[in-house]
Nanobody
Framework: QVQLAESGGGSVQAGGSLRLSCAGS????????MGWFRQAPGQEREGVAA???GNGRTYYADSVKGRFTISQDNALHMNSLQPEDTAMYYCAAHVWACLPTMPLTPRNFGYWGQGTQVTVSS
């Protein structure tokens, strides 16, 4: 059973940076699609970034391109944070490869962490 735990959330001012970590265990296969999602109050969960651990390919939502990076250790590096980035952030895993046509679709991910809160003030 895959278990995931996020850390690194917090409060920052607009323009600041945060690094979110995802500690995982129980992987059955060496290749997984690791994703980051976020959900603000009253809004649907949305995909932010994903990384295929097999080929290293990364995927990003348009809203975070150029500001967020998912690294080889599956951490999410967030720069130039804006108030609209405020949300609960979740790490998730999909067994085997990312689905290239919809790599950031939440229903494709079967394992989830508990989330870590990110709050960006203006």
């Amino acid at each position: 059973q895959v278990q995931l735990a996020e850390s690194g959330g917090g409060s920052v001012q607009a323009g600041g940076s945060l690094r979110l970590s995802c500690a995982g265990s129980g992987y059955r296969y060496s290749r997984n699609c690791m994703g980051w999602f976020r959900q603000a109050p009253g809004q649907e969960r949305e995909g932010v970034a994903a990384r295929d651990t097999g080929n290293g390919r990364t995927y990003y939502a348009d809203s975070v391109k150029g500001r967020f990076t998912i690294s080889q250790d599956n951490a999410l590096h967030m720069n130039s944070l804006q108030p609209e980035d405020t949300a609960m952030y979740y790490c998730a895993a999909h067994v085997w490869a990312c689905l290239p046509t919809m790599p950031l679709t939440p229903r494709n991910f079967g394992y989830w962490g508990q989330g870590t809160q990110v709050t960006v003030s203006s």
